[in-house]
Every structure is written in C-alpha cells, then in structure tokens.
C-alpha cells in the first residue's frame, strides 16, 4: 500500500499526558498537512510542510502542539500536557509539486483524552 | 479567503443524480474550487477540482457558471455507497489557503 499511513489510528490517554502521532506520506509526496477533524466538523487545518520546512501553523496550533519533518520525510505531531478538548481526529495529508492541487489522506489518528 | 456555502444535509435514493450546490460569492480570479468526499472514520478524498464550465471525471461533474459564485457537484447515479459528507473548497491553489467547511451530508437510500 502506497497511501499515506499514521501510527497508532486510536490513542487513549489521561488529561496532562504527552501524545506523539507520526505519519507517513506518499512517497516523494514534498508537501505534507496536519489537520484537526471534531465530530460533525470539517478537517480543521493546523500546519503544512514543504519538504522540512514548515511554512504555516494555524492559530489553533497552540503552544502545546509542535510538529516536525526532521528529513522532508514522515512528520510527527505532539501534543503536551493533552487537555479534555485535545480529543479529536488528527489527519495527515500529502501532496505533490509546490501546489495543494490533490491532497491525499491519511486514515487518521483519533485521540481521546480522559 | 472565499466563505462558502453548502446546504447541511441532503437525501436521494440509488440510480438517481444528485447535484450539491456550493455558493461562494467573494470568489477570486485566482481560485479555485475543489470537492472532497468523506466517509465515516476515514480521510477526505478528492473528488473533482475546476475552474470555470465544466469538468468530468469518471465519478463526478463539476459545473461552473461563468460568474463563479457557486459550482455545482453532480454525481450520476448514486448508490448507496455514495453515503458520505462532500466538501466545496475555494482557494488559490498556490498560497495554500483552501480550508474545509462543514460540508453536506448526503444519505442515499434504497
């Protein structure tokens, strides 16, 4: 399967813990999105990479999520000190070219905090 | 960035068409409009990106006016498994700038 995978699809955790999601794009894929989906809601954007670069972050992405593309390659997102309004859908989604023409995602990570 | 519209929710029944209106009025000349499908624990897929008039792909059409302040998403011949939420984008493809909005719901039934 080529597609674009995340590890793990489902994480419980308790209020005040630290999450890590990673995501794999598409291979050769140089563009590679964070979102955050909440039930009956569209995908939320959160964060884009062009190769390593991160090149935009969203408000909503508070000081407590930091995410990376240390090699232009899989991303990570990490959440600290997760809070009650952390659960959510976390998409991943790669694109091709310098454009977000098709966006390609990922099945997801759900997390819930307790 | 270009607001858009769609209705909530919509119901159809297998075999017949479907078209999904989508207003967005502050458009700009260097957007675009993109529709994405998504079913139930999974991520968006796309479906159908255009310009102006018409585009086909081999699931959907997408019709443009020439005012592009609304596109419309036909699907031919819904089934079942056309269940899904299905999201209109508008945005300049280049600064990255299209953002999902709550999409329409559509239940098709048998």
């Known amino acids: 399967d080529t597609g674009v995978s995340q590890d793990p699809r489902h994480k419980i955790t308790k209020r005040g813990q630290n999450v890590t999601f990673r995501c794999d794009p598409i291979s050769e894929h140089n563009r590679l999105y964070w979102y955050r989906q909440t039930l009956g809601q569209g995908p939320e954007f959160l964060t884009y990479?062009?190769?390593?670069?991160?090149?935009?972050k969203s408000r909503l992405l508070s000081d407590r999520f930091s995410a990376e593309r240390p090699k232009g390659s899989f991303s990570t997102l990490e959440i600290q000190r997760t809070e009650q309004g952390d659960s959510a859908m976390y998409l991943c989604?790669?694109?091709?070219?310098?454009?977000?023409?098709?966006?390609?995602f990922g099945p997801g990570t759900r997390l819930t905090v307790l | 960035l270009a607001k858009t519209t769609q209705p909530i929710s919509m119901d159809s029944y297998e075999g017949q068409e479907v078209n999904i209106t989508c207003s967005h009025n502050?458009?700009?000349?260097?957007?675009?409009i993109t529709w994405y499908q998504q079913f139930p624990s999974q991520g968006p897929r796309f479906i159908i990106q255009?310009?102006?008039t018409k585009v086909t792909n081999e699931v959907a059409s997408l019709f443009i006016p020439a005012d592009r302040k609304s596109s419309t998403l036909s699907l031919p011949r819904v089934s079942l498994s056309d269940t899904a939420v299905y999201y209109c984008?508008?945005?300049?493809?280049?600064?990255?700038?299209?953002?999902f909005g709550a999409g329409t719901r559509l239940t098709v039934k048998p």
């Open positions: 502050n458009i700009a000349t260097n957007d675009y």
């Open positions: 990479f062009q190769n390593e670069a991160q090149l935009e």
């Open positions: 984008l508008v945005g300049d493809l280049n600064n990255n700038d299209m953002r």
């Open positions: 989604a790669s694109s091709a070219g310098t454009s977000g023409v098709e966006q390609f």
């Open positions: 255009g310009y102006k």
